[in-house]
């Protein structure tokens, strides 16, 4: 099946510093990825839909300036949180959508996700 | 307001017995619908989902699912548990094709499996 990867896998920083996730399509190509956050014991919220080549779309509530992501390549797109406060600590999760030939369905695949801790 | 709703956040079984996880939506109209597995260290993997037709699905790993309109459930089962089945499950739906993508999460049911 479709591989999604996700770098680091945990990551701890100092309040004030931005940190980098990175996420990969490894076998195919995703024009559309998604990165969610997932507090503990919580369900996943989305947060935004990262296209490439165009700017993401985030969800009500989400601070853009804050959390931001770029989808340079067909299997690459990054988080930035920028200025993280320890508020921002939570296990952030990205997808891929996986759309082969003309199925109207086009089924994500889920990387395995971020520890981010800000101290 | 839409929602997706797992009542059960806990539920311990036995190894070899069977095993249901419930999973209710408030949505107009019938969503698309799907359940997910998390296992520790991995991403989220799609068990099996439902768009339309036979309302008795089949997925992955021995896993079933039955969509009720009539109670707007989709209720996760499998008949006898393995101790791998042991992980956090997750209900979502897409409310339609305009969002497509968008899944929406419940809030997720924790299977402890016991020897």
């Known amino acids: 099946g479709a591989v999604v990867s996700q770098h680091p896998s945990r990551v701890i920083c100092k309040s004030g510093t931005s940190v980098k996730i990175e996420c990969r399509s490894l076998?195919?190509?995703?024009?559309?990825m998604f990165w969610y956050r997932q507090f503990p014991k919580q369900s996943l919220m989305l947060m935004a839909t990262?296209?490439?080549?165009?700017?993401?779309?985030?969800e009500q509530g989400v601070e853009k300036d804050k959390f931001l992501i770029n989808h340079a390549s067909l299997t690459l797109s990054t988080l930035t949180v920028t200025s993280a406060h320890p508020e921002d600590s939570s296990f952030y999760i990205c997808s891929a959508r996986y759309s082969p030939g003309t199925s109207s369905y086009n089924e994500q695949f889920f990387g395995p996700g971020t520890r981010l801790t800000v101290l | 307001a839409q929602s997706v709703t797992q009542p059960d956040i806990h539920i311990t079984v036995s190894e070899g017995a069977s095993l249901e996880l419930r999973c209710n939506y408030s949505y107009g109209a019938t969503p698309y619908l799907f359940w997910y597995v998390q296992s520790p260290g991995q991403g989220l993997q799609l068990l099996l989902k439902?768009?339309?037709?036979?309302?008795l699905v089949q997925g992955i790993k021995g896993f079933e699912a039955e969509f009720k309109r009539s109670q707007s459930s989709f209720n996760l089962r499998k008949p006898s548990v393995h101790w791998s089945d042991a992980a956090e499950y997750f209900c979502?739906?897409?409310?339609?094709?305009?969002?497509?993508?968008?899944?929406?999460f419940g809030a997720g049911t924790q299977v402890v499996v016991t020897p």
């Open positions: 439902y768009f339309s037709g036979d309302t």
């Open positions: 990262s296209n490439e080549g165009s700017k993401a779309t985030y």
């Open positions: 076998d195919f190509q995703a024009t559309t």
């Open positions: 979502a739906v897409v409310p339609g094709v305009d969002s497509w993508g968008k899944l929406q």
